[in-house]
């Protein structure tokens, strides 16, 4: 799953290294705009419905954060 | 304000979008973003094309063609016209007002009562609660005309892409009158608090338009736009939505007795795909309750969105039995609300194209 989430991220942002990044919110590197575009890859992605009051900037801030909220939304194993 | 009705119904209902039709694959190349991220937002918001009024439309340009439309069909006489109520936050200027413009141009008698009101997408739910207060004291036969309408496309920077590629200009006339039996109630909040979350800085007089608020920046997050331009903190409007409207469309159910398998159709303001997607998910109503094809065809008709939603996805149903529906409607101010109603058996309910 980690590695699908990095390819995502890739995906929308190609030109961007987010391995220098403890946040990729509070950092700049993904906006609003980012967060719904990687909600849709990842509701496509595992075939699950992300709650809307967890699209929240904590929930992107790292791979680590966007696999757990895919864990807690009823994706990957 | 929690307030009920009854004996009061929509009999007519009429929306106006302009010809003018702008295709968002044709403005990528606008924003400053890269063309492929631009584009994967297109599915997802809704983007796919938005109507805009020409540059020398005004709001009453719009208004005045639907309502003239109805008194040139015979759809609604001037003499059982009790009074207009206009909401728009896009004037044609401070003074006069919106009302009064169409008021004149209708040649209207002069003791008809003309109502303008300043509602962004709540306007449609204001402009009903004003209709059906005033209809508890109208004579005998006299209607309300609900005129509500935007062309917000005159405030929003083409070089924002959080903004530009939902617009959409739009308007309604819908006329509402003393009638049946059924109960209507009615919820309307507001959390002034939050008032910056969308917000037109230049213009009012806060701050005068002038040569410097119409310069386009960089608002530090990739989109160019001016003081003078609508800017909405897109992330605080969306948990707003999430948060504060689903508990009130439940209490608004709760209060009509009514559980979600006895609504019909959600008829709700149009803000993007995404936001009424979640917002249904988060409700747990299906999305074949909840059209959501507006924002795709026309962008987000601001005030208008509930008229224009009805006339474009349920014209030939209005004409018949009534359905049982929930309208609600979220945004500036903020103001949220919702309105519990049957709508049916209208005279007309149609959408049509002006050339404005």
Known sequence: MEADIVAFLGELHPETDFSKSQDYVSDGLLDSFDLVSLVAMIEDKFALFIDALDIVPENFASVDAIAGLVRRSGGGA | MKA????????????????????????????????????????VMGYETHRVVKPSTSTSDLLWFGLKGLLDE???????????????????????????ALHGLAELPEDTIVVDLVQGCTAFLHGL??????LERLPEGKKVVVAVGDTLSKWVSTRDRNSYPLIGDAASIVVVENGGDDTIRLD???DGGRRDSLK???????LASSAETSELVDSGDGNLRSLDNLVMDGSAVFTFVQTDV?????????????????????LFHQPNKFMLRKLSEKLGIGYDRVPMNVVEKYGNPSGASIPLVIADNLAEQMR???????????????????????LGGMEFCDLVVSDL
């Not at chain 2, 037109?200 to 806060?206: E, H, K, L, V, Y």
């Open chain 2, 4 to 43: 009920q009705f009854s004996g009061k119904r929509i009999t007519g209902l009429r929306a106006v979008v302009p010809e003018t039709e702008l295709r968002f694959d044709d403005e990528v190349d606008n924003y400053t973003f890269p063309a492929k991220q631009t584009l994967r937002l297109k599915a």
């Open chain 2, 74 to 100: 015979g759809l609604l006489r001037r003499e059982d016209v009790g009074a207009v109520v206009a909401v728009t936050v896009t004037p044609d200027h401070l003074l006069p007002h919106v009302g009064s």
């Open chain 2, 129 to 134: 609660l004003q209709a059906f207060l005033l």
């Open chain 2, 188 to 190: 309307l909040r507001n």
């Open chain 2, 200 to 206: 037109i800085p230049a213009g009012g007089s806060r």
């Open chain 2, 246 to 266: 689903p508990p009130l469309i439940d209490a608004a159910l709760s209060g009509a007795g009514l559980e979600k398998d006895d609504v019909d159709y959600f």
């Open chain 2, 320 to 342: 018949g039995d009534a359905l049982q529906c929930c309208l609600s409607a979220f945004g500036s101010g903020l103001s949220w609300g919702a309105i519990t109603m049957k």
